[in-house]
Every structure is written in structure tokens, then in C-alpha cells.
């Protein structure tokens, strides 16, 4: 059974820091996209960041503009995880984040292309 897992959200002061986790299972995701995606109270789930497998070892990072210099997305495929380091957080950061998984992603901010979703985690930054 695929599974990913998020962990390590909270509530952070503004200017803070946290660092997201995500766990896979069930399978092999080392050639997938991989992304974070977001949902704020009373808003549509948004695209965050996403890290592309380009062959071999290789892999490049998009972000979506509003998080560019603050958010780092990156990937251990030894232990099957991925991560979101964010900093200088503000408050319209706030949002439950998700974490997607697809192997055919053309368009990494379209939601449909990913094949797995995690249940998401909350992160609350307070001003």
C-alpha cells in the first residue's frame, strides 16, 4: 500500500523556521515529481515547490514565486523522504501543506497529474 506521510508542521512566530517531512512508502518514488502543495482557510489548494528527477541522480527544484529565496525542497531517496525547509515564514504561509507524488508530471502545478497525496500537515504562523 503507497503511503506518504507528513510530519512537522506547528505554530512558528513569524521570521521562525520549520521543517517539513515526508515520508513514502509502498513503492519506489526515486524517478517521480515530488511537491509540496498548500491550502489556506477558505482558499483553493496552491503549488508550493516540486523537485523533478531529470535522469540518473539528477534532479532541479521549482517553486512558485511567493515562497522563492524562503522555501528549500529537496529529497532523500535513502530513506524515501522528502522536505520542505522554510524560513523567514510569514503569516500568509499558513496553511495546511501536502505532500504529491506523480510519475508522469508535465505541469507541476496542475494537482491532477499527481498519483498520491498525503493527509497533509498544519502549519500556523502567528504575526
Known amino acids: 500500500q503507497v503511503q506518504l506521510v507528513e510530519s512537522g508542521g506547528g505554530l512558528v512566530q513569524a521570521g521562525g523556521s520549520l521543517r517539513l517531512s515526508c515520508a513514502a512508502s509502498?513503492?519506489?518514488?526515486?524517478?517521480?515529481?515530488m511537491a509540496w502543495f498548500r491550502q489556506a482557510p477558505g482558499k483553493e489548494r496552491e503549488f508550493v515547490a516540486a523537485?523533478?528527477?531529470?535522469?540518473?541522480?539528477?534532479?532541479?527544484?521549482d517553486y512558485t514565486d511567493s515562497v522563492k529565496g524562503r522555501f528549500t525542497i529537496f529529497r532523500d531517496n535513502a530513506k524515501d523522504t522528502l522536505y520542505l525547509q522554510m524560513n523567514s515564514l510569514k503569516p500568509e504561509d499558513t496553511a495546511v501543506y501536502y505532500c504529491s507524488a506523480g510519475a508522469k508530471v508535465t505541469k507541476k502545478e496542475l494537482q491532477d497529474e499527481y498519483d498520491y497525496w498525503g493527509r497533509g500537515t498544519q502549519v500556523t504562523v502567528s504575526s
Open positions: 509502498g513503492r519506489t518514488f526515486r524517478t517521480y515529481t
Open positions: 523537485v523533478n528527477w531529470v535522469g540518473s541522480n539528477s534532479y532541479y527544484a
